[in-house]
């Protein structure tokens, strides 16, 4: 007996469409494996009318006072909150993640992430007037960008939509997003929430796949392209808008490391090491997966961690004990399996490495240790619950293997010596340096890496800054 699948549709222009041409995608629950809904497979004339919608809307909510926009923001944190429980649904039925952590992990900080953004909308200042030429006054105006294309990744994908949404129509921008095609389920609903509160055309999203999201990027009306994905995707994107110049936020991949010195307090980092790699499934770029740790704790830390990984639980949404769900999709379950199977063999799993259950896409918490700086499985960014452990003999070493790959977007230091967490955090080449801590975020602090993690802020002013364009006038005194 077959189960009608919900269908899921696209919101262009204050309304909820199906694809022109009517194609679909099939949605899958990652948590059984099996189609949940469909999904518009957005095409050339979905895009043409979600980027004419947006454009159309852009003068009148540029013209909008800060205040209007900071007032529009607040009611869309608190329509968040009095609908937090259909957001909790879909994002459990996007993504499998476990009810309780997804209700007091991420729907708290969305709220106050929108609501951060809604004050940022009165900051909007330039430099003071004044005269740097004789009968000439000069004033920077800072204003909106235009049109912004979005494109969200399916690890967060409401939290990530917030990301994208909320400064952009705090600086007067209007936006077209789309979910990854994994995904799609929980950015209809924001779309239902956002689109009755803010004008037409203002809050825009398309569903599809990647084909979608290039053309989203190559199209001529946006003038903006943000997107939160894996570095491939990332610089097919930078490739695309450099066609006609857009600006580009890309926010990609990462493999931070987790610097354990030898006077670190190990069951405390433990803990705290372990709760960071497996969050989440590990489907972080800030997850706490390539560990240094100082030769002469080597074994005990191992030992401990090991402990640590076994005694995590993974699971389906609903058991209270489960600290993570499953993977996100089947593509993503035989990429990290894959990584554990080509394994050199000087390497030994600790725990776990390998799949739990027969149904859905579930992954045990994993511990590989006996590794070298060159091993695929340090260099390269395994988007799960597997943690690496190398080990290190000082802290010069220490340093080079840490900035020895080609992500730089967050790293730890563990160490109750002050001045060599200062030293660390100065020689790091991160976007972001935790001490005896990893992976809190706050609406304040910029969130961004350097090298292929990308270039652009998520969160705080800087982020906020992003999506505005500097302008300077220049007026004659004598006029």
Not at 270 to 297: K, M, P
Not at 367 to 392: A, C, H
Not at 459 to 466: C, I, P, V
């Amino acid at each position: 007996m077959s189960t009608e699948l919900r269908r899921l549709r696209n919101y262009i222009d204050g309304e909820f469409r199906d694809a022109a041409d009517g194609r679909t995608t099939e949605v899958v629950n990652p948590v059984t494996g099996e189609a949940y809904a469909t999904a518009p497979l957005s095409g050339q004339a979905d895009v043409d009318a979600a980027m004419a919608a947006a454009a159309a809307a852009f003068p009148a909510w540029r013209d909008t006072t800060p205040a209007e926009r900071q007032k529009a923001l607040l009611k869309i944190a608190d329509a968040f909150e009095e609908r937090a429980e259909e957001l909790i649904a879909a994002e459990v039925e996007n993504t499998g993640k476990p009810i309780g952590l997804t209700r007091s992990e991420e729907i708290p900080p969305m709220v106050d992430q929108i609501r951060f953004f809604a004050g940022a909308a009165r900051m909007l200042e330039g430099r003071s007037a004044g005269e740097y030429m004789e009968g000439l006054t000069s004033m920077v105006r800072r204003e909106p960008i235009g049109v912004c294309a979005q494109v969200a990744p399916w690890n967060y994908p409401m939290m990530m939509g917030v990301w994208k949404f909320a400064p952009a129509l705090a600086a007067g921008n209007t936006v077209v997003l789309k979910p990854s095609d994994t995904t799609p389920a929980s950015t209809t609903l924001m779309a239902d929430i956002i689109g009755s509160i803010v004008p037409k055309g203002v809050f825009n999203v398309i569903c599809g796949d990647r084909d979608t999201g290039r053309l989203m990027v190559e199209h001529q009306t946006p003038a903006m392209a943000s997107i939160t994905g894996s570095v491939r995707a990332g610089m097919q994107v930078a490739e695309s808008a450099s066609k006609d110049l857009k600006r580009v936020h890309l926010e990609l991949g990462g493999k931070a490391p987790v610097v354990v010195f030898e006077d670190t307090d190990i069951p405390k980092a433990v803990e705290g090491i372990s709760e960071a790699g497996y969050f989440n499934a590990g489907q972080d770029c800030t997850a706490a997966t390539r560990v240094l740790v100082h030769e002469s704790i080597h074994d005990e830390f191992v030992s401990a961690l090991a402990k640590a990984a076994a005694e995590t639980k993974t699971g389906r949404p609903d058991d209270e004990d489960v600290s993570y769900g499953p993977l996100n999709n089947a593509n993503q379950l035989k990429q990290v399996a894959g990584f554990v199977e080509r394994l050199p063999a000087h390497a030994k799993v600790e725990a776990g490495g390998h799949q739990v259950g027969e149904k859905g896409y579930f992954y045990a918490p994993t511990v590989v240790s006996g590794l070298r700086q060159d091993d695929e499985i340090v260099q390269k960014e395994v988007f799960g619950p597997v943690i690496t452990v190398q080990s290190f003999r000082d802290e010069d070493q220490a340093v080079q293997w840490a900035n020895g790959v080609e992500y730089a977007l967050a790293s730890s230091v563990w160490t109750k010596d002050h001045g060599r967490a200062m030293r660390m955090s100065r020689r790091l080449d991160f976007g972001c340096v935790w001490i005896n801590t990893h992976i809190p975020l706050v609406a304040e602090m910029p969130h961004g890496g350097f090298k292929k993690s990308g270039y652009g802020k998520d969160l705080s002013s800087y982020g906020f800054d992003d999506y505005t364009r500097v302008k300077h006038v220049m007026t004659s005194l004598d006029a």
